[in-house]
């Protein structure tokens, strides 16, 4: 019995792939067509490409590397949506993360790595957290729509993790709160005390941090709160049938104001990590473009955190590989952005991808009775 | 099985039946919905069309209308084979289908409804002049008064259906076929469509009738056929068979149609409202002081016709709904307001909403999930951090066994059971604890009548086991089946309560109907 419910689990897993993995290889071949409209050689450059990633010692660091921040957007994105919310703020929860963890690692000098550092990584999930509540709060109480408010708060997230690290201006502008006194003109904060930065696990010239850890931990911490516990069984209620779940008894508007919170916790440790781990510092650039990444991650990986880690490792790949590839064959880095929007757009059009590689539609068990049902209805 | 040719028929000898289905299979995926199916309907006679849910009944009208193709077969229309590629074909064909839910635009007017999609268009206007003189001449020649420039919203329920009826007949349909028609109409506005139907096979027009309840066909068919499970299992006489014989034919085998019960013995006040007052989402007043007690060990019905509050009354007893004004007493314990799992722990009461697919189960979910959706937080289900899966897996065998739903495994979707089985899932999942008051709202609506049998029988073993009952149920023929009270709901009120043996039908009827309300408009 327990061997048949994982065969099952297995294929299932299989079919749920499926998609996602002819959407990467549609958007691959379409990068190419683009390759060989602009009189480039795709071979040459998917080559390129795939040594970049995982050719040697340093390509698999820096693929690793950027595999880190795309899981944690990645699962920020895929937990608001088993609640039926679509966090498109995973980058100005990524930004505040970024700002709240730094303002703890440039401060409380002396303080113990082991008290420290933990403190800077609850302070980033703190302020992703306070992010993420705020459209919460404002959908259940005000009925605004969270991807409304969301994207506003990108805007004053991004405005207002600039301003803390402002350099004044020369008219005798007040700098920001964090800004580096022995900076001069460059707004960016001091560099995050050792006690606070996240150690190497191989140091330079690999540069890979122990945040792979967390993001592997938060994928299964985020897998277990959804699948198996009392909590994930409201929050996917509340996601798969609102009213079911207040008929069930489940507080609905707690539970959407949790999990914009935890949505936003998971992008803001996203940007302790980056900043603790990898930078050591927060400056205006190192921005939220890795949230807007987490929505195609989180679709990708059909908003499950296992499949969420994969497609983290694919972009990962694409980012870490693209630099190696314009400089083995001279197409432009651009390219992988096209591709990973197509990524996108296959993905959220599903019926596209069953129509390029014929395939018909599930005929087994929901699909099929969603047919029957229609025949028996009421 | 013999073929009956019944006198009102006005077949000339040796033409071709006016609609002949031949040889109709139609497969869906793991599915046989219609297999070889015959069955001709003569020109000026009504066919009902009986079966249980998921009997094939809409497929084979959704063929006949040209919203699916056959798998195999044929349909023929005097004698010709004709192709349907879609509802348009049908049409021209004077095939016109009144489908169960109106396919109205309800802010348009009657004319504009009629002609929608067939606009009559004088010099690039919309005529609606002639239009109009056109449905006043159909109106007036299958006695269904309408106004033509009455907007939809504004008619009742039973004059909509006049409307939909209208639009086949100006759309010149010979054939109608008449889904579920009787569901939404009270006993008065179903005598009319009778009335209606027998006019309209007298002037020689072809009439399918599908429903699932007996009586009806007995009245008004001409000839009767039975599907059962995709097949067509018999043909027959009204004049010559039983209600009770009509149910084991569709069931496929002995069914009981009363429901058996000994006389109440009721004992303490359990649910007492006073003076409910409730808004609906739009902001209608919905509840106009309801004020009903409901005692241990009695089933009290609340008859009406949809949409005079009763919704609103359910959710605002399981808390689903605030209450405007007004106390709801649950064994004594003040709950008005108060949330619905407070409700459910401390009232100890169970909910068999109206809208299963609305509120009851999740879809999504396993049978097994969508049996712990009102309990997943207690023990053995959860230990408070996570799930026992093995627990709930478990409950949900036993279930499943107890309450006979029938699904492959209590691991597939509870969207991949059919509409009885759901509903017995929703069932076993409300019965399946300990309960003091017992809020079921349309528990048998559309299911079958094996189905219905069994959850009527489990309502009534609730009863004698000292629960309180609230049934309410837009289905006369359930509330008198059941109740050992019957309160009458209309305009957000209850308009009367009656002991069940001083209440006949008809009394009923007509208080669903407005009847004997004092300083109330009358009904639209």
């Given amino acids: ?378 | 099985m013999t073929r009956y040719q019944p006198a009102a028929a006005q077949q000339p000898a040796g033409a071709p039946p006016k609609l002949e289905v031949l040889n109709i299979t139609k497969l869906f995926p793991g599915v046989v919905a219609n297999k070889n199916i015959d069955l001709a309907l003569n020109k000026g006679e009504i066919l009902a069309l009986l079966g249980e849910n998921g009997a094939g009944k809409s497929t084979l009208m959704n063929i006949i209308y040209g919203l699916y193709q056959p798998t195999e077969g044929q349909v023929q229309v005097d004698g010709r084979p004709v192709e349907l590629h879609s509802p348009r074909d049908a049409i021209d064909l004077g095939i016109g289908m009144v489908h169960q839910h109106f396919q109205l635009v309800p802010v348009m007017s009657v004319v504009d409804n009629i002609m929608l999609g067939s606009e009559s268009v004088d010099r690039g206007l919309l005529d609606r002049e002639s239009v109009s003189a056109q449905i006043r001449e159909l109106a007036e020649r299958y006695n269904m008064p309408v106004d033509p420039n009455a907007v939809i919203e504004d008619l009742p329920v039973g004059v909509q259906q006049r409307v939909e009826i209208l639009k086949a007949l100006y759309r010149q349909a010979d054939i109608l076929i008449l889904d579920e028609p009787t569901s939404v109409l009270t006993p008065q506005e179903i005598e009319g469509l009778f009335e209606v139907m027998e006019l309209l096979r007298n002037q020689g027009k072809s009439i399918i009738f599908i429903t699932h309840k007996l009586k009806e066909v007995l009245r008004v068919a001409d000839r009767i056929a039975v599907l059962r499970r995709g097949e067509m299992v018999g043909e027959a006489d009204p004049a010559a068979v039983s209600q009770q014989d009509l149910a084991s034919l569709m069931v496929g085998r002995k069914v009981t149609l009363e429901v058996e019960k000994e006389p109440a013995n009721a004992g303490e006040v359990l649910l007492q409202l006073r003076d409910i007052e409730a808004f609906t989402d739009l902001g209608e007043h919905a509840l106009r002081g309801v004020s009903l007690d409901v005692r241990a060990g009695e089933i009290v019905g609340v008859a009406g016709v949809q949409g005079n509050g009763q919704t609103e009354l359910v959710e605002v007893i399981t808390g689903l709904r605030q209450a405007a004004a007004g106390s709801v007493l649950i064994s004594g314990q003040d709950m008005t307001n108060a949330s619905p799992r407070r409700i459910t722990e401390e009232g100890a009461i169970c909910h068999v909403p109206e809208d299963r697919h609305m509120y009851g189960m999740v879809d999504a979910y396993s049978v097994a999930d969508n049996l712990v959706l009102s309990s997943y937080y207690k023990r053995p289900f959860s230990s408070g951090l996570t799930m026992n899966e093995q627990a709930i897996a478990q409950h949900a065998e036993e279930l499943v066994a107890r309450f006979d739903v029938r699904t492959p495994s209590v691991r597939n979707s509870g969207a991949s059971l059919s509409g009885g089985n759901q509903q017995k899932m929703v069932v076993a999942r409300e019965f399946g604890r300990p309960i003091r008051l017992l809020v079921a709202a349309q528990p048998t609506r559309g299911i079958d009548v094996g189905s219905i049998e069994f959850i009527h029988s489990q309502i009534v073993a609730k009863r004698d086991e000292g629960v309180a009952v609230l049934l309410v149920s837009y289905e006369l023929d359930e509330i008198m089946a059941l109740s050992d009270r019957i309160a009458v709901m209309f305009h957000g009120r209850i308009s009367a309560v009656l002991p069940r043996r001083d209440a006949t039908r008809e009394q009923v009827g007509l208080l669903m109907a407005g009847a004997g309300v004092a300083n109330e408009p009358a009904s639209q």
Wanted: net charge neutral; proline share 5%; hydrophobic share 55%.
């Fill in chain 1, 1 to 378: 019995m327990a061997t048949a419910s994982t065969t099952t689990g297995f294929i299932r897993l299989l079919r749920a792939l499926l998609i996602p993995f002819l959407a990467l290889l549609a958007a691959l071949l379409a990068g190419a067509a683009v390759m060989l409209l602009s009189g480039d050689d795709p071979l040459a450059a998917y080559s390129g490409l795939f040594q970049g990633a995982f050719g040697d010692g340093k390509s698999w660091a820096r693929t690793i590397r950027k595999t880190v921040p795309f899981v944690l957007t990645g699962l920020s994105v895929a937990l608001a949506f088993k609640v039926g919310l679509f966090n498109i703020g995973a980058s100005g929860q990524f930004v505040i993360g970024s700002v709240f963890a730094v303002a703890v690692g440039i401060n409380f000098d002396g303080l113990p790595a082991f008290i420290h550092l933990p403190l800077a990584l609850l302070a980033g999930i703190a302020g992703g957290l306070l992010w993420g509540a705020i459209p919460g709060v404002l959908k259940v109480y005000t009925g605004a729509h969270e991807v409304i408010v969301t994207i506003m708060l990108n805007y004053v997230a991004s405005l207002l993790g600039g301003w803390t690290v402002y350099a004044g201006g020369t008219q005798g502008q007040t700098p920001g709160p964090l800004w580096d006194r022995t900076a001069g003109a460059i707004s960016e904060t001091p560099d995050v005390l050792s006690s606070a930065q996240l150690p190497w696990l191989f140091g330079p010239p690999y540069r890979v941090h122990y945040g792979i850890f967390l993001a592997l931990a938060a994928a299964v911490l985020i897998w277990w709160l959804i699948f198996k516990t009392p909590l994930g069984f409201e929050m996917r209620t509340v996601g798969h049938n609102m009213r079911a779940a207040h008929y069930a008894g489940i507080r609905v508007n707690y539970t959407i104001v949790l999990a914009m919170a935890l949505a936003g916790g998971l992008a803001g440790l996203a940007g302790a990590i980056e900043t603790l781990g990898l930078n050591h510092k927060f400056a205006p650039e190192f921005g939220g473009a890795v949230g807007f990444d987490g929505i195609t991650v989180a679709l990708l990986g059909q908003t499950h955190p296992i499949g969420v880690l994969l497609a983290a490792f694919m972009f990962g790949a694409l980012d870490g590989g693209a630099a190696a590839m314009q400089f083995e064959s001279g197409v432009p880095a651009d390219i992988i952005q096209i591709i990973q929007a197509l990524v996108l757009a296959f993905v959220a059009a599903p019926l596209i991808i069953r129509m390029i590689f014929r395939l018909r539609r599930q005929t087994h068990g929901d699909a099929g009775s969603a047919v029957s049902t229609s025949w028996s209805g009421p």
